[in-house]
């Protein structure tokens, strides 16, 4: 941990009954999805990469998966698509900046396309609850695409078409698909969260058990 900041309630998850909870909360929104597996994340960078910018709740969640994923290089917790500039943590848990949390990654489109790294996306996280994921509710938390180019794009409008046709919720797909605007980077202390704090209530009750029935852990 490099510094210290206030953690809202809503992630500190202490009490088993809440676990209980959140594993038949990731049974049942992800029952018909097949495992992903796939190597870590790997470490020597090849000279051309790509980016991408993704919503899915809890940024420490989209980080602990995207980490695991051979072809991706970097993963960097950080607030996009609101209007307030360099927002900090607390102003983004007030849920009134307009921000999302996101991870962007670093990928190498020649080990794995961006839209295999959408495939990803939308098996680890429900993008049929409107500015929700589980306990974490707001629209900081909402399920969005952050499209770099036009390619992504309509790499984006596909992949949720294609979810969508093959029925893979029970509910249509919400998952916002927007132009990048500013990507702000978090506090350093959200860096490597779930690998620096494994046991935290956080980690222990809703990351660890989404890496797992993912395959990744």
């Not at 202490?14 to 676990?19: D, G, Q, T, V, W």
């Not at 996101?102 to 295999?116: G, R, T």
């Amino acid at each position: 941990m490099k510094s210290k900041s206030k953690i809202p309630l809503s992630r500190v998850v202490i009490f088993p009954l809440i676990a209980l909870l959140v594993g038949i909360a990731l049974a049942a929104t992800e029952e018909k999805q097949e495992p992903i597996i796939q190597k870590p994340m790997s470490s020597k960078k090849p000279e051309k990469l790509e980016t991408a910018t993704l919503g899915a709740g809890c940024f420490w969640c989209v980080e602990a998966v995207f980490q695991r994923i051979n072809g991706v290089y970097d993963v960097k917790p950080g607030y996009t698509g609101g209007k307030n500039p360099n927002p900090t943590y607390e102003q983004i848990c007030t849920g009134q900046t307009g921000h999302a949390e996101v991870a962007q990654l670093e990928f190498d489109p020649e080990q794995i396309s961006f839209s295999e790294i959408l495939d990803i996306f939308f098996k680890s996280h429900d993008p049929t609850t409107l500015n929700r994921q589980g306990n974490d509710v707001g629209t900081q938390y909402r399920s969005a695409i952050f499209y770099h180019d036009d390619a992504q794009k309509a790499a984006a409008e596909a992949s949720i078409a294609k979810w969508n046709e093959a029925k893979a919720y029970d509910d249509p797909i919400v998952t916002e698909v927007t132009p990048l605007d500013v990507f702000y980077e978090a506090e350093n202390y959200h860096d490597d969260y779930y690998n620096n704090n494994p046991n935290a209530g956080y980690c222990a009750y809703v990351i660890r058990p989404k890496l797992k029935k993912l395959g990744l852990e």
